[in-house]
């Protein structure tokens, strides 16, 4: 994803940067993207009108940052995590549990994430397409390392995604019976995962 952001480098122009981005999030979070202007966000950040221009030629270019920002974050924890446990079925079961409770402590991601489909298609391809590229090369070495059968790893990368994003979506929004905690809710689906569900 190519973006044409001035990231600063004094202390001032790092923290009305960040300003700029926390204040987006909130509003996009609020309102939704097209509900939000530049006007909006300076206004809401207590800045001149000009000073966004400094950073973002325009509020796409902002949204790509922001959505730039949430796919580096959740992929740097997740790594984070699932580097502590051995095993493909451990990574897997810490990677869904970490992104699930991210979405949790981070709500406003999953709405920014997703408006992203409303707002340019390829833009949420482009999200989805390069977690699935990266999920793919960890499949393959588990084929390789005798940890998984011969399966399509692409297929499988958006299988896997899929139940991380809308098992989220349930445990975020508590949708149906309440299961537990989100780490009780992971457990349960990885253990469905490797039994099956069809007799």
């Known amino acids: 994803m190519e973006i044409n952001v001035k990231i600063p480098k004094t202390r001032n122009g790092k923290a009305t940067f960040k300003l700029i981005v926390d204040t987006a999030v909130e509003l996009f979070y609020v309102q939704g993207y097209h509900n939000t202007s530049i006007g909006n966000i300076t206004t809401n950040a207590g800045i001149a009108a000009g000073t966004f221009y400094l950073y973002f030629p325009n509020k796409l270019t902002l949204y790509k940052y922001i959505l730039m920002e949430f796919q580096h974050d959740i992929r740097k924890r997740i790594a984070e995590k699932v580097s502590l446990v051995e095993g493909r079925f451990e990574k897997e079961k810490e990677g869904i549990k970490t992104f699930i409770n991210y979405a949790i402590e981070n709500p406003h991601s999953y709405n920014i994430i997703w408006e992203s489909l409303y707002i340019d298609k390829q833009l949420f391809s482009d999200y989805y397409q390069g977690f699935a590229k990266r999920y793919e090369r960890g499949l393959e070495q588990s084929i390789k390392d005798g940890e998984m059968c011969e399966v399509d790893t692409e297929l499988v990368s958006w299988i896997l995604m899929g139940v991380s994003n809308f098992v989220g ?15 009780q809710v992971v457990d349960q689906v990885m253990n469905i995962i490797k039994t099956g569900i069809f007799k």
């Open 169 to 183: 979506l349930k445990v975020l929004l508590k949708l149906g019976t309440d299961k537990g905690s989100a780490d």
